[in-house]
């Protein structure tokens, strides 16, 4: 008569079965967390420049620039949005842009962060007309940019 040890069998079973879970556990881990944030693309065939204006709960205030090669996609805020709306302008530098109704204003130069949006012309900035990005309370948002 053969003995058979059914707790050894029974562990080798779920030693076989435990390690292809193990080895997605550790791939999971590895790879970390998803990086939320609002994402710009630009889906043109040309470059374009963007703007962002957003609210912090006391002041508004708008940024740039991003510039974005054609096919290009940008984080223009990390991390996890707080916010559901968002305010963009956009330029080709030529005849074209995305704009909107919301006013803010922009400098010429390469980056800024400017406070405030009223009396552009006064604090030596240009007034541009942005458009609304709804978000829809997501924590991680894109928004393309395109013909």
Known sequence: MHCVDTGRALRDILQQMMRPLLAILVILAL???????????????????LALARFDGAVWTSEGWWSLAPRQCAAVVPGKLIARYFYLYATDGGAGGWVGSRSFCVATN???????????????????????VDTGQAADYTQSISD
């Open 110 to 132: 390469d980056k800024f962060s400017i406070p405030g949006r009223g009396d552009c012309a006064g604090r030596g900035y240009e007034r541009k007309g942005f458009f609304e």
């Open 31 to 49: 790879a970390g967390p998803a990086q939320a944030a609002l994402n710009v693309c630009n889906r043109t065939t040309h470059p374009v420049r």
